[in-house]
């Protein structure tokens, strides 16, 4: 894929960018966009005609289309780790073959969500209980990154629909979590999930030993193997850490962790809400494939949401993107996409290893609204630095309490014009004449006052928060990141930045965890700080 700064489409949008303002840009030149039961309005995007066309016409020259049919092909996308990046065929409604390394992987991945239906089915009747015969009431999936932020949203925005055993999440290696979780809990009565695609992340092999020794203080050793089954791409490591092949969930390694939801990963989905539910979501998913693979791109909602994006970003130099879901069950979804677009094209060197010279993926962040109105909207408002934001709105009322429901709405626009439109100091210094009689003082007031406005909104809708339209907004969003990837000319699906931490970890951990070694020289003031302040009473 091209340098997308020797493009003639990109060479355009800087040219554009120099001359455009909120002003010139008037109404913006996109339509809305209907896409998988999705509504998108994008009023408040500061793209004209000419920036609309330029930015198709980056779509062309990147060579986004012919990357997609090789996605979807089972081509090797992910260059650095030599994979296919397959995740939509988890959803495919077809059965035509598909083939990986000369094998046709759908029989594998129906075999898989078939041993998810079964399994989550058996457990929700009873018909698999624990060892003392009683039915599970309660899930604790330990994992970490996407063998947790996607299913622990869709479980989190599907509360109405959970009606099996009640699914917990423990990530965090900080042993209060995992401590907090089982102080609630009957082990007798509790079924683990031990989600990690690779079998070797520490966090989720610490909490799971732990885990272990819970069940055996209490149940004794031979109550494991009923209380535990693992989730993972890495079945032989599962395997050596003492599962059961009966008690493996597997998928495949051309799956991301963090595109891994639709997979067996889902298995707490299914545990929670039932199979079917689960099978709904995989529907909305690919109902939002067809849509990405089939609509002209001035139509396509996922190629929209990535130009806007790189609009935003590349040209209009917002260093910072705002996810804004004004529905409280959709209140991780900031956090899913955090992982999703962050970990994806939060990168600097292109696909031939060398250092961009241009930015790609923005901080990613967000809050329920509209609790985000009390917290960190001032600066979104007034800051110096300008941010973009996705606001998402559900049409129909998620509680029946009265009023509730139109008051979220009306806060959800107001923040969009607030954003969009602003307020003029001419317009506040009128509103404060009569108040203010010294001129001085009016103007001073009204100048604390101002919002600038042009901070762009897309305006999202689902008509309700069930899990068809979960699939689709989620589905949407990765084939938002892989178009930027496109264009960015980048590897949206590897992770090569997490791996230094882990390493300095693994290092580090012998001398916080015995007197007698000596700490690294940097490190030892620190240290030794710790180490006092951990006997102080
Ligand atoms: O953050 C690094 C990462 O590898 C993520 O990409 C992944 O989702 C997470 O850690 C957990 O990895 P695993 O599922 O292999 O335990």
Redesign the pocket.
Known sequence: MPNPTTLAAWKKLAAISVTISAKQAGESALKPIHAAGLYADFSRQLIDAATREALLALVDESGVIKQRAAMFAGAAVNPTENRPALHAALRASTSAPLHVAGVDVRPGIRAQLDRVKTFSEAIRSGKIRGASDQKFTDVVNL?????LLGPEFICSALTKFADGPRVHFVSNVDGAHLDDTLAKLNPATTLFTVT???F??DE?LTNARSATAWIVNHLGAEAVSTHFVAVTAAPKLAMANGYPATHIFEFNDWVG??FSLWSSVGLPIALACGYECFAQLLAGANAMDEHFINAPAAENLPVMLALIGIWNRNFQHMTSHAVLPYAQRLAMLPSHLQQLEM?STGKSVDLDGKRLDYPTCPIIFGQAGTNGQHSFHQLLHQGTDISSADILLVARPESGLKEHHEKLIANAIAQADAFWQGKSSAAIFAELTPKVADEDERRKIAEHRVHPGGRPVTMMVMPTVDAYHLGALVALYEHKVFVQGVIWNINPFD?WG?ELGKKIAVALLPSLMSTDITSPAHLQTLLAHLKHAAQLK
């Open positions: 994992g970490i990154g996407g063998s990690s695609k690779t070797t992340t989720t962790g963090r970990e992770q997490v």
